[in-house]
């Protein structure tokens, strides 16, 4: 069976810088809470109106297509990771395949949220590695900020997110090089410790106008943030050490991990307790927040351009979120 490969990614993110600051003008939060707590600088939330979800998937697939040196005609799968979808249904991987005018190809959409661009990415080395198909187009893309509490009420999620697109084609290996493997997981437990309830059918849109008064806030994201940081903290590395057991290495091996920007503390922590030097760990959490299925596309874009990422370097890429759910892939770098 031969091996998939990452050949090419891009990234694209909304011009409209938000600093901390900006948030502190209609709700009661600052830049040194947020520095402290989440090492987030600023982030990208898009002007209402002009992006999308799907748009923005689209510009970071135009990059990674023009990286990856082929055209969309050459893709013969989408993958699309998102936990925030233009429409409730269907899904944007079809808007994808109309929007970069493709054949009738198929269109997959994954909803694994902050471990969505993992599971994407697994689902297509499984594909390339069976035959089934030659080239994978993995995107995670995700706008937040419309749809978040931007009342003091809400400054615990809001702060944390930003808008943003990644994707990656995926494409058969040469040799023994590229994902060596992938490993998923999942927690359902905890499934409403970070979750959007309604509208959705356990909460349709409907009752939501019927029923809803200043205490139902089950249309905003909520997140148990202390309880979600605990078990990210024994996630993330369980995870991490996994994939390097499945394959024989140690944390010593690892050139670089491109952790889910989660938060820098989480990533801080990862690094100190597997015993990661500095440039073994690659943030961009300052720049961006917490951009969820697309933080891993975007961070490992960002590490390729400046030259982090080389020939025959073992990456690691390790996620957690809703769900719960955790994931790492292990990457034998070949491009
Ligand atoms: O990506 C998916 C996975 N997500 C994560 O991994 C996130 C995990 N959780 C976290 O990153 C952290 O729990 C947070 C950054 C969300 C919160 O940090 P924390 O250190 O756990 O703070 P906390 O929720 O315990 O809140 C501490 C205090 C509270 O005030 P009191 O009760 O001590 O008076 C909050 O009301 O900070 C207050 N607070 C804020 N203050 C200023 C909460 N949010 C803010 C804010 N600005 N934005």
């Not at 994201?221 to 990210?232: L, R």
């Not at 933080?295 to 719960?324: N, Q, R, W, Y």
Request: one cysteine or more.
């Amino acid at each position: 069976m031969r091996n998939s490969k990452i050949s090419g990614m891009g990234f694209y993110v909304p011009e409209n810088i938000v600093t901390n600051d900006d948030l502190s003008k209609f709700m009661d939060t600052n830049d040194e809470w947020i520095r402290e707590r989440t090492g987030i600088e600023e982030r990208r939330w898009v002007e209402p109106g002009k992006d999308t979800t799907s748009g923005m998937g689209v510009k970071a697939a135009k990059m990674a297509l023009k990286n990856a040196n082929i055209s969309a005609q050459d893709i013969d799968f989408i993958i699309f990771a998102t936990l925030s979808p233009d429409y409730y249904f269907p899904g944007p991987g079809v808007q994808v395949q109309e929007a970069l005018g493709m054949d009738t190809v198929g269109a997959l959409d994954v909803r694994n949220q902050c471990s969505g661009f993992v599971y994407a990415l697994s689902v297509a080395d499984q594909f390339v590695k069976t035959g089934m198909y030659d080239n994978i187009l993995v995107i995670g893309s995700e706008l937040h900020s419309g749809g978040l509490d931007k009342t003091t009420r809400g400054r615990g999620v809001t702060v944390i997110f930003g808008d943003g697109a990644g994707a990656a084609v995926v494409t058969a290996a040469k040799g023994e090089g590229g994902i060596l493997s992938t490993h998923l997981h999942s927690q359902g437990e905890h499934a409403k410790e970070l979750a959007l309830i309604g509208p959705a059918t356990n909460r349709w849109v409907n009752k939501i106008i019927e029923e809803a008064d200043e205490t139902d806030l089950s249309y905003f994201p909520y997140m148990n943030g202390n309880f979600v940081f605990k078990h990210a903290v024994t996630r993330f590395p369980e995870v991490i050490q996994e994939a390097l057991d499945k394959n024989g290495f140690s944390t010593a091996d690892i050139d670089l991990l491109v952790p889910h920007q989660a938060n820098l503390r989480i990533s801080q922590f990862i690094q100190r307790s597997m015993k990661l030097r500095d440039d073994q760990v690659y943030s961009n959490i300052m720049r961006y927040g917490n951009t969820t299925a697309a933080s891993i596309p975007i961070a490992l874009s960002e590490a390729i351009k400046e030259g982090k990422v080389k020939d025959g370097d073992l990456i690691c890429l390790a996620a957690f979120g809703s769900g719960f759910t955790w994931a790492s892939a292990l990457i034998r770098w070949e491009s």
